[in-house]
Nanobody, 116 residues
Framework: QVQLVESGGGLVQPGGSLRLSCVAS????????MKWYRQAPGKERELVAT????????NYADSVKGRFTISRDNAKNTVYLQMNNLKPDDTAVYYC?????????WGRGTQVTVSS
């Protein structure tokens, strides 16, 4: 079955960095668009970044452009989210997402807290 397992979250001070990882299994990773979403307390889940199957094209929410970078390693079935210059507003649970064959799958998420 499809599994998405996120890791790398934690507590970081404003201006700090974190790298999230999502290890995928149960589907053909190299043929799937991968996405990172986040959900802050009391807010709707929002799309943060998208990467195409080969990693050639990426897209970002305006709020993270220039600070976050999505990448993937198809040999390791892993997608990453490098987050730099973190702000308190980036505090959220971050989720990995994919939609192979039209079915949407989510990981359980990893908590990112940005606070001094």
């Amino acid at each position: 079955q499809v599994q998405l397992v996120e890791s790398g979250g934690g507590l970081v001070q404003p201006g700090g960095s974190l790298r999230l990882s999502c290890v995928a299994s149960g589907f053909t990773f190299s043929r799937s668009v991968m996405k990172w979403y986040r959900q802050a307390p009391g807010k709707e889940r929002e799309l943060v970044a998208t990467i195409t199957e080969t990693g050639v094209r990426t897209n970002y929410a305006d709020s993270v452009k220039g600070r976050f970078t999505i990448s993937r390693d198809n040999a390791k079935n892993t997608v990453y989210l490098q987050m730099n210059n973190l702000k308190p507003d980036d505090t959220a649970v971050y989720y990995c997402n994919t939609q192979p064959s039209g079915i949407v799958y989510w990981g359980r998420g990893t908590q990112v807290t940005v606070s001094s």
